[in-house]
């Protein structure tokens, strides 16, 4: 019984430790200036890693590139698929805030701002999700996602979107390419991403909202 009760007191201690040591660790990857390719199979949701802990995360500033795979047979329930995003706390779904995209009639790419807020999907919630533009392959798009003043706001190439936030921690993780949600692709999909680092401020003096 003491051995039992000994090893659930370490088990307990150890759990935040790891947990802190994986944030401390996740926070000094960079991939600052680096174009990297993200491949999700077909007939899968997404690939591993699907998350990247950060402390203290309230913008994320990234280029993507989208390509022919974007295209599909447009589904009977065509939800949007995630791009590039950053959750509030432990689980997504309670305040997270993402770049989406969805293929209309086969043929229309279309990106979308997205926001789960104070565990209300975004579906049934208000103004919880827009449609920002239309995006083609073998362009570079320019985004900027903030949490500041209880708001999500994005920032994609000449549009500005916000909605409220609610009440989330400080800390938090950034939320990588998920395809699909009740459907998956026939087809392998690629996305090219270049996540930017520490560079928010001047990139926002730069920004010109569109009419």
Request: glycine letters at 8%; charged letters at 20%.
């Amino acid at each position: 019984m003491k051995i039992t009760i000994r090893i659930l007191t370490i088990v307990i201690i150890l759990l935040p430790l790891t947990e802190i040591f994986l944030v401390c660790y996740s926070t000094f990857i960079d991939l600052s200036n680096e174009w990297y390719e993200v491949e999700i199979k077909k007939g899968n949701h997404s690939y591993y890693p699907s998350v990247q802990f950060v402390y203290n995360l309230d913008g994320i500033e990234f280029y993507f590139k989208p390509d022919s795979t974007w295209y599909y047979p447009e589904p009977k329930r065509n939800g949007w698929s995630k791009l590039r995003g950053f959750s509030k706390g432990m689980h997504h779904d309670h305040g997270s805030a993402r770049l989406v995209y969805k293929c209309v009639n086969d043929t229309m790419l279309l990106a979308g701002s997205y926001c789960y807020v104070n565990g209300v999907h975004p579906n049934d919630g208000t103004d919880q999700q827009a449609t920002l533009d239309t995006i083609y392959p073998g362009k570079i798009y320019h985004c900027i996602i903030k949490h500041e003043d209880h708001k999500f706001k994005f920032y994609f190439e000449d549009k500005y979107w916000e909605c409220d936030s609610g009440e989330n921690p400080t800390w938090g993780y950034m939320l990588n390419p998920f395809i699909g949600g009740v459907f998956t692709l026939d087809h392998d999909w690629t996305i090219e991403i270049k996540d930017v680092k520490d560079t928010l401020t001047d990139s926002l003096q730069a920004f010109k909202p569109g009419n």
